[in-house]
């Protein structure tokens, strides 16, 4: 537990990723890198920057993020790494309001690493860090809407077995680290640990069998209750074409609270999604029912939830997609009901050999509930230049 709690830092979590990196990748007389260099310019206009029915505020949020975009790999290895900074300058046309207050600077950064040590067994490492503002990466059915600071390291060590033509099993765990750095009360860090087994049986080269099962603790720094969860699902995978795949699974959770006070919960899970990439289109599609994982205040719900994403290119030069989620958040400690939506639509045009990208974007968030307070639209609207420049080296 202290080693992950070390490796949630910035410095400490890079350091370890550089020695990660030299341990698992042997063999570099024969390795290939890529490396892109990456730089978004944003600028965004919101109606109501805190997400809420009273107090709604004009925000205008300036952006700036240089990164970097890493492939490092030979026959038996890979490493993947991706890492932006940015920061974010912010002002209101309410003289009311001191905007400068939310400007901060913030971390994306997402690795990989693994290495077949042999023609069956693969080892592999995997973390995604990020310190941001934006509520919705809390949890992935996240309803909160609060701009407090914040940061999340998630770590999974991993190995897979290929069991021949026939399956694989893979083990797993993850570590999941959630600290606030502006807090409320009721805003409480957590940690996560959760052991993962996933065995696949081949039917044949394009229907697959998962059966995955889960269990995880989730562990509260403040008043709220820690529980444990368990979950199994079966999953039927299929390549419809070398483009299209869908997969449909269902199952089961259980949940139980550490406070007596709590009624456990048992919820059924399912989900359905579909991919398609053509190379000059693409759509993305899933279903899902599940309970949230990380909330405030204990206030847990099921969400039953739908996302879509269609994008095409035209004339090689321009891109538009349209996108958005649909989500019913039903509450299991009391009659709250929450109908969330967000729709967006945006095109990009690409210019100077597809390096650099000019886009623009409209988004609309609303939430209807039950409970009046927790009601709010907002309206926003992005214009970005993203410039991306691809290395490669033998």
Request: proline share 3%.
């Amino acid at each position: 537990m202290h080693f992950f709690r070390r490796l949630s830092s910035p410095l400490h979590l890079a350091t370890s990723i550089i020695c990660l990196a030299c341990i698992i990748l042997p063999g570099f007389a024969v390795a290939k890198m890529h490396f892109s260099p990456v730089l978004l310019l944003d600028q965004e206009y919101t109606d109501n920057y805190f997400r809420s029915e009273i107090d709604q505020a004009e925000f205008w949020v300036t952006q700036i993020s240089p990164g970097f975009g890493w492939e490092f790999f030979t026959d038996r290895s890979r490493v993947n790494l991706d890492y932006a900074f940015s920061y974010f300058w912010n002002n209101s046309p309410d003289g009311n309001i001191d905007a400068s207050k939310q400007d901060y600077p913030g971390h994306d950064l997402n690795f990989y690493a693994g290495y077949r040590g042999s023609s069956r067994l693969t080892l592999a490492l995997s973390d995604v860090f990020y310190l941001t503002r934006e509520p919705a990466l809390t949890d992935e059915f996240s309803n909160i809407v609060d701009r407090n600071k914040y940061w999340r390291n998630r770590v999974e060590p991993f190995i897979t077995y290929d069991i021949g033509e026939k399956g694989e099993a893979k083990l797993g765990y993850r570590n999941d680290q959630l600290q606030w750095l502006e807090q409320r009360p009721e805003q409480e860090n957590s940690s996560e640990n959760r052991g993962i087994l996933t065995l696949t049986y081949h039917l044949n080269d394009t229907n697959h069998l998962d059966l995955d099962g889960q269990f995880w603790n989730r562990d509260y720094d403040g008043i709220q209750s820690d529980y444990n969860s368990y979950q199994a699902v079966l999953i039927y995978r299929r390549e419809f074409t070398s483009s299209w795949k869908g997969e449909v699974g269902a199952g089961y959770q259980g949940r139980d609270f550490e406070d007596p006070n709590f009624k456990d919960l048992d919820e059924p899970v399912f989900y359905l999604g579909l991919k398609g990439d053509t190379g000059v289109s693409k759509l993305e599609f899933l279903l899902q029912h599940n309970l949230v994982d990380y909330t405030l205040g204990d206030e847990y719900f099921t969400a039953l939830r739908g996302d879509l994403y269609a994008e095409h290119m035209f004339l090689e030069k321009i891109r538009a997609y349209l996108g958005g989620y649909y989500q019913f958040s039903d509450f299991t400690t009391g009659p709250r009901e929450d109908n969330t939506f967000n729709g967006r639509v945006g095109l990009g045009y690409l210019f100077l050999h597809k390096m650099f990208e000019l886009g623009l974007e409209y988004s609309y968030n609303q939430r209807d509930s039950n409970d009046a307070a927790s009601d709010y639209t907002e309206n926003r609207v992005f214009l970005s230049l993203k410039l991306v420049y691809d290395f490669a080296s033998k």
